[in-house]
């Protein structure tokens, strides 16, 4: 059985809804509210395993003088790495959306929503979104999927998950990422930047720790995501 809190900004609207997903055998609505401010308490302190909320109460700004509707992940990778929600003991979050604003779905994603539905969707398509988030998915419009996968993994503006990482670096440690990144050994590295290998050795181990990783591989991949290979170096500088 899937509990589920409606909230949303018109209160007939969040009755409506109510009253039909409520019709499923495998659905029990335990909370209809209107407002941002009960937004917020469903996702901090309600029993329901999927929030539906309307889009337009949610607010995933990253501000100390704001309140944001769900905390923030344990690190920023967590979201674009698909291991999870940000607290396992919150429930997922589905949103309502007016439009399909493909920059403001990704804001949402990398902060822990796991479902976005249109307004105009289909009742169908709101059920398969509560249920396959139920499970562990993720649910977004078909037809914004490729456009959304570009925006998370390939976006460099500073709210990037990936690029917050990256941001943590020293430049020397940067320098020493970027000859990883171009195929260098250790040694290479040492050359290429007229340092000792004891000193490449302390400046990879400073990178992995973080970067979240265990490995140049991992370390490797990771700058991969960030951006195409045509623009490595405006990444790593």
């Known amino acids: 059985m899937i509990h589920l809190a409606i909230i949303d900004g018109s209160r007939v609207f969040a009755d409506v809804l109510a009253a039909s997903l409520s019709a499923e055998p495998d659905i029990q609505v335990v909370r209809c509210a209107t407002g941002s401010t009960a937004l917020r308490q469903a996702l901090d302190h309600s029993s329901a395993d999927v929030v539906l909320g309307d889009a337009a109460l949610f607010d995933p700004e990253i501000s100390s003088s704001a309140p944001r ?62 249920r396959e988030t139920d499970t562990g998915g993720t649910w ?72 979240g990783v265990s490995s140049c591989v991992a370390a490797v991949a990771l700058v991969n995501k960030a951006a195409p290979a045509s623009s490595l170096d405006e990444v790593l500088t």
């Not at 171009?182 to 973080?210: C, D, F, W, Y």
């Open 69 to 130: 509707a769900i905390p923030t992940p344990r690190a920023p990778l967590d979201v674009v790495a698909g291991s999870g929600t940000p607290n396992d003991a919150k429930p997922v979050v589905v949103l309502l959306a007016a439009s399909s604003d493909v920059a403001r779905l990704a804001t949402c994603l990398r902060w822990g929503v796991r479902g976005w539905v249109p307004r105009t969707s289909s009742l169908g398509d709101l059920l398969r979104a509560i």
């Open 140 to 211: 977004i419009p078909p037809k914004d999927l490729t456009r959304v996968l570009g925006e998370l993994v390939w976006s460099s503006g500073a709210e990037d998950p990936v690029r917050m990482l990256l941001d943590r670096l020293t430049r020397r440690e940067r320098e020493v990422l970027l000859c990883l990144v171009n195929g260098m050994g250790r040694p290479e590295v040492a050359v290429r930047l007229n340092v000792s290998g004891n000193t490449v050795r302390t400046h990879i181990q400073s990178i992995l720790a973080k970067l």
